[in-house]
């Protein structure tokens, strides 16, 4: 386990790298000038030239992309090119609404994808098979931002069981802050929700159908125990590389969901810095976001060690 | 002549009062993409407490089928069974969902073949011991757990109370074959089928299972049912013997007898089939031709197309015959000599 | 340690048509440091038109000993001589060239086969390779083949699922003779085959062995095969010889513990009245080959145990003209056999 963990953190050094040079470089390619942006609509050709000096655009791409690293190895993430706030500030400030929802979305997704592909592992090829397919197939194909819409339209506008938009944090307001995060949670956990219960359907029925779960039966164990504990259990390796996948997943269409739903969150701080240009802010979330996946695999793999002892 | 089938079975009158396992007609259909093929056809035997009875057969003779069928295992939607499988006074066959769960396990058991795939390898073997007890009986799991320790010593397995936390991904296939014997054992059920527990184990191995086997049966009175294709197996661990061949009980008799004067065309062709030492040099008779498919099956004698004893009279439908004391499914039988264990050998 | 040769194969027929001596292959096992010696040291001879059966349970060594033979698995030390050359210092062309000279049949009679070849193609590959002459010569070659495992030639466009086990097996020993081997290597070829089905392939192989006049290696865990169809039998135990006798006096008077003991575990399908008496059934299993016993790598488990056993192994040396022991009381134990 140890030496597991050591390699994980080698690991994290390079593809924390890898991510932030590629981002950083992406954005460079991108049309548009932050300078401009921040000198606002009546700057002069000196202004502009004048801000880019200020803020280091002139040099060379790979020198500014060094200065950002050895800032950022001291802990500076330096600061935002459009608020002057700090840009650790900023992801501190939206990182609580980004995780609670991903926890929430994840939370549907599994629940509700655990349920589904139970039953309709159990109830292979009937009528109950083939509606759970139905569903789930109707969840992947829905986009996430459709599905925002639809659910603030009915539950939130119409009927009024939840607010449309805004956020509370759990720390502040537990009670308050459910009810801001169920729809959002749905929207964004529900494709993965589909994937998650087509893929345990897949591997029960594997699973269901292997010696070791007729052996479970000839020793009278009821169906309900062979199911829920020995074949859930004997799924949980692959199901939680698609998990893991899932929670990759969300990061990306988390900024979607916020969108739709008005929540403060990384998504948002994302989209604004992108479309400003804003390289600091950029950066320390691409950081972020690549620490978080990395952290994820890690997580998975120590669930691999757990689960099976074959592996160890 | 001998009085035709009667629709019991050899030895029905004594037995069946005291049978352990007592199987009458049993049928076992299959549902095909061509519609219902039968796969078991007309099966009955019983085994009596303590005995150990074997069923041997080839691949497509339909006995593991014949085991599943009576514990209920077979696939559910895909399957059909009908006659009766008595232990204790209960029908198998008849019992709803729920009360076959408790059956098994309590009055009857099984051990299957592969022990590499046949336990849960992401659980501690003394664990899975300790879920068969407490399934099937009330205890606290501290009792359940020092049963666990001392079934894993009955069963030979060295330092059982270490063992219990392994993992059978870490123990041999002998050893796990006898961790798979004390999961069936542990709550001592009257009957317990053993399908070709020791086809995959080495001959070593295979000798101290098939001794661990007669042994427990004999100290707990285990009626045993244990199916095989190898007819050494057979002669040195059973009493009895039931060949089968294409779904049906082609012979049934006493081991000895049926080694010694076979009265089926398969059985001695069967044991002229084996190679043995003491035939060196000679070829060995091989049963020409293969086991007709299920969806074609002659409705005569099923053995008919590869017997070369067969005549007109073989296209008919053939019962079960019962000539005191065994049973052979051959109009012929009287009339044949066929040749057993000691056929062109040398003394 | 050198052992004595074994030739029982020279005494009958002049230059043995395979020698392997002292023969070790190890494997290096994922994260140990040591390697694991799957096979320590073997030496034994087949003669010309012999049939050389190997008998070991799994954890002995035979499969591996077949694959170093047939040059599949590299040879870490000892040599491998087929017809006075040394195969295993073979590469490349040449290696390719005397490869036909030794031909495998192995178990699984269905994943030996190509599901999308005809028979005739699965045949007709290794002459294809060897460019041996012309179409109608191939053609004749194939069918002389195929009638030679007694298929007709309706097989010839026949596809492995619609054959039987046995069928398929025999399609993998045409495969196997098409070049002409002087060597069979039959690495447990009748072991998934139902019991009547074995009996047609062990009578092809005895027959083949005489009309072709080839030699055979046979690797089986089953006694009754192996004492059936062998001239002379080897017994392994964790990667070394037990003993090496004709089959006829390895079975009726064995001179190693395990052997007496592999002969008392097989079940005799003879009434009970007419069973001899055999000792008690072993105890234990086979230690892992990863870390042997010291000594005599049987002791662990040998009825006749004393303390020489533990401190040192026994040399596989002759007892009798024909007959090789690794143990150190050969001379003076009186085993148990079979039909005595």
Known sequence: MRRLLLERLVSLVPTLVLATLGIFWLVHLA????????????????????????????????????????????????????????????????????????????????????????????????????????????????????????LVSLFALKAHWFPATGFVSITSNPGQALTYLVLPSIALGASGAAEISRQLRAQLIEILASDHIRTLRAKGLSERRIVWLHALKGATVPMVTIIGLQVRWFLGAVVVVEAVFGIPGLGTLMVGAAQNQDYPVIEGVVLLMAAIVIVVNFAVDVCYRLVDPRIR | MPPACCGGHAGESHASMTAALDVRSLDAYFQTVGGEVQAVRDVSFTVAPGEIVGIVGESGSGKSVTALAIMGLLPAGLSRVSGSAVVGSRDLLGLSPDELVRARGRQISMIFQEPMTALDPLFRIGDQIIETIRANQQVSRRAAADRAVRILTDVGIPDAAGRVRAYPHQLSGGMRQRVMIAIALVSEPAVLIADEPTTALDVTVQAQILELLAELSREHGTAVVLITHDLGVVAETCTRVHTMYAGEIVEECGVDEALSEPKHPYTSGLIQAIPRADKRGQPLYSIPGRVPPLTSMPSGCRFEPRCEHAREVCRAPQPLLQPGGRAVRCCRYAELALPGSFAGIER | MSAVADNGAAAANSVPLLSASELKVDFKLPGAKAPLRAVDGVSFEIGRREIFGLIGESGSGKSTIARAIMQLTPVSSGEVVLGGMRLDRLRGRELRRQRQRVQMVFQDPHDALDPRMTVRQAIEEPLRAGNRGSRADLDDRVTDLLHRVDLDDSYLDRKPHTMSGGQKQRVNIARALALEPELLVCDE???????????????????????????????????????????????????????????????????????EALLAAEPEPVPSTRRVSRPPVIAGEMPSAASPPSGCRFRTRCRYVQELCGTQEPPLQRVDRDTLVACHFADKLQLTGRRA
């Open chain 3, 189 to 259: 070829a009748v072991s998934s085959l139902d019991v009547s089905v074995r009996a047609g392939i062990i009578n092809l192989l005895a027959d083949l062995q005489r009309d072709l006049d080839i030699s055979v290696l046979f690797i089986s865990h089953d006694l009754g095969v192996v004492a059936h169809l062998a001239d002379r039998i080897g017994v392994l135990y964790l990667g070394r010889l037990a003993e090496i006798a004709p089959a006829g006096s390895l079975l009726a008077r064995p001179r190693h513990p395990y052997t």
């Open chain 1, 31 to 150: 049309p548009g000038d932050p300078a401009i942006t921040l000198a606002g609509q009546n700057a002069t050709a000196q202004q502009i030239a004048t801000i880019r000096d200020q803020l280091g655009l002139n040099q060379p791409f790979l020198v500014q992309y060094w200065h950002w690293l050895t800032h950022a190895v001291s802990g500076n993430l330096g600061t935002s090119l459009s608020t002057r706030e700090s840009v650790a500030s900023e992801i501190g400030n939206a990182l609580p609404a980004t995780l609670q929802l991903v926890v929430g979305a994840l939370l549907v997704a599994v629940i509700a994808g655990t349920v589904a592909g139970v039953v309709s592992a159990r109830r292979a090829n009937t009528a109950t098979d083939a509606a759970v397919a139905t569903l789930s197939s109707a969840g992947a194909a829905m986009p996430s931002f459709w599905l925002g819409l639809v």
